[in-house]
């Protein structure tokens, strides 16, 4: 089976602009979890989807936003970028079902200048 | 809220010895534990895991404690090589709802093998 898979692998932004980042998660996976991870804060929960539907959501403002399609693919906003919004960001998939292992993809490094 | 933490930042380890990487788990609650290794560029890699109801697991050349009276969590690996050089996470699910996930990790340890 192909892995978790993650686009863009890196991208630079400027403060104040919107980004939207996309994960492919293993076939047959239906749960999808985002984190990110900075030096200083390590890795930090973002939201989780299941079947469309977000399911758990960490603490982070509103301008980090995720949704999920129908073939379990998933996307995450980040609007109004700001310069701490800089980290690799970590998709991982399950089969949400329950004692699953939660398998990461390579992640997206965002720049934010 | 809730955390998970790592005792030792960095541990060096001679080629061949067994090493042993610590992590303090706070929420009594949590029933599911998990070991990642991250390699430089790249997302973190599933070790092992553990879930509540077990004191201790077995993998290959790994093996997970889990000591829930002090809540502490332990990776041993024998044996080490130098491809055992990453850092090491542990992580305690706190999903809510069956099957669901919301790991919280510890800040890592650095493991560096000496050949």
């Known amino acids: 089976k192909a892995g978790v898979t993650q686009t863009p692998r890196y991208l630079i932004k400027t403060r104040g602009q919107q980004v939207t980042l996309s994960c492919s998660p293993i076939s047959g996976h239906r749960s999808v979890s985002w984190y990110q991870q900075t030096p200083g804060q390590g890795l930090q929960f973002l939201f989780e989807y299941f079947s469309e539907t977000q399911r758990n959501k960490g603490n982070f403002p509103g301008r980090f936003s995720g949704r999920q399609f129908s073939n379990s693919r998933s996307e995450m906003n980040v609007s109004t970028l700001e310069l701490g919004d800089s980290a690799l960001y970590l998709c991982?998939?399950?089969?949400?079902?329950?004692?699953?292992?939660?398998?990461f993809g390579p992640g997206t490094r965002l720049t934010v200048l | 809220g809730e955390s998970v933490g790592l005792h030792l930042p960095t541990l060096s380890v001679q080629e061949g010895d067994n090493s042993i990487i610590n992590c303090a788990y706070s929420?009594?609650?949590?029933?599911?534990f998990i070991w990642y290794k991250q390699e430089s560029g790249k997302g973190p890699q599933f070790i092992i895991d553990?879930?509540?109801?077990?004191d201790k697991r077995q993998g290959q050349r790994v093996t997970v404690l889990l000591n829930k009276t002090v809540k502490h969590l332990s990776l041993q690996i024998a044996a080490t090589q130098p491809g055992d050089s990453a850092v090491y996470f542990c992580?305690?699910?706190?999903?809510?709802?069956?099957?669901?996930?919301?790991?919280?990790f510890g800040k890592g340890t650095k493991l560096s093998v000496i050949p």
């Open positions: 553990i879930r509540s109801n077990m």
């Open positions: 991982a998939s399950t089969g949400g079902r329950g004692a699953d292992t939660q398998y």
């Open positions: 992580a305690e699910n706190g999903g809510s709802g069956a099957g669901s996930y919301q790991l919280t």
């Open positions: 929420n009594s609650a949590s029933d599911y």
